[in-house]
């Protein structure tokens, strides 16, 4: 493999830094994206039964802020009745929309990364073939009474393709990746959309209604 890299001269050294940057983030990802990180199935469940007779305290909605991701959304909700007991249910709609939309952002960190390195690791691979390619013609250039080898030639073409394969290699999985993390946050921002619509007329039976 080093041998390998060393033929394939210095347009293959960002795409190792590109498939390292890629598996680190692959890494954090798969950490991070945790259900039990995120949206745990029967957190829900739990907050509804704590709150049917009575709104919590603030450390019992602090704790579930610090849950998970989904519960930081509920503790928005659970926080702004607290906070203002005459409160609309527009009003906590947009609270807990809010929260929604910013945990959304935390889950799609990195991704932007991961599917840059996917679009731009065959353009790597391609551009070092190329530069691999013009310095082979440039040496294999024939001269006052002398022609190019042909089996160099092909070796040195050979050589500078290794750019473009290692390019799709690590393409291929960064693509995969993307898309697969891409489809967990969509799946995690409809589990949050549904729970925010079973919270918010649970909580609505503790605002105060205007007289």
Not at 75 to 97: D, K, N
Not at 156 to 167: D, E, K, P, Q, R
Not at 176 to 193: H, I, K, N, Q
Request: aromatic share 6%; hydrophobic share 50%.
């Amino acid at each position: 493999m080093l041998s390998i890299i060393q033929a394939a001269g210095w347009p293959i050294w960002p795409l190792i830094l590109c498939s390292i940057v890629a598996l680190a983030l692959a890494i954090e990802r798969f950490y991070t994206l945790r259900p039990s990180q995120v949206a745990p199935p029967t957190l829900l469940d739990e907050v509804l039964g704590v709150t049917r007779a009575s709104l919590p305290s603030a450390d019992i909605v602090n704790k579930l802020a610090a849950n998970s991701v989904l519960g930081g959304v509920l503790a928005a909700g659970l926080r702004s009745v607290i906070a203002e007991p005459r409160i609309t249910e527009v009003a906590l709609r947009q609270q807990i929309e809010n929260a929604g939309r910013s945990a959304v952002h935390g889950l799609e960190r990195y991704l932007n990364a991961l599917g840059t390195i996917a679009t731009a690791a065959p353009l790597l691979g391609l551009l070092g073939t190329v530069i691999g390619m013009i310095e082979i013609f440039g040496s294999q250039a024939p001269t006052a009474g002398s022609t190019g080898n042909p089996q160099q030639l092909a070796h040195g073409i050979s050589i500078a393709l290794y750019n473009t394969a290692f390019g799709l290699i690590v393409a291929i999985p960064a693509l995969m990746l993307y898309r697969y993390f891409r489809r967990r946050v969509d799946e995690y921002e409809l589990a949050m959309e549904l729970a925010a619509e079973r919270l918010v007329p649970h909580l609505m039976r503790f605002a105060v209604k205007a007289g």
